[in-house]
């Protein structure tokens, strides 16, 4: 699966191939493969390590159609 990077997300190989976001706009697109049309439940897991902005905003999407 192959991704285009958007509005800077940066891959960070030296961290085990973390990818950071700036919280405001970054995100990666994977267009509308085959792959991602699913048809069943399914279970999506993912580390996130957060940094608290300033003013403090206890809403942040990680995931969106």
């Known amino acids: 699966i192959v991704g285009t990077f958007t509005n800077g997300p940066v891959y960070d190989s030296a961290n085990k191939g973390s990818i950071y976001f700036d919280g405001v706009d970054d995100y990666i697109d994977f267009g ?17 390590k957060g940094q608290l902005p300033e003013p403090f905003s ?4 990680f995931i969106s159609s």
């Open 58 to 61: 206890p809403s942040r999407t």
């Open 32 to 48: 509308s493969s085959a792959t991602f049309k699913l048809t069943d439940n399914f279970t999506l897991s993912a580390w996130v």
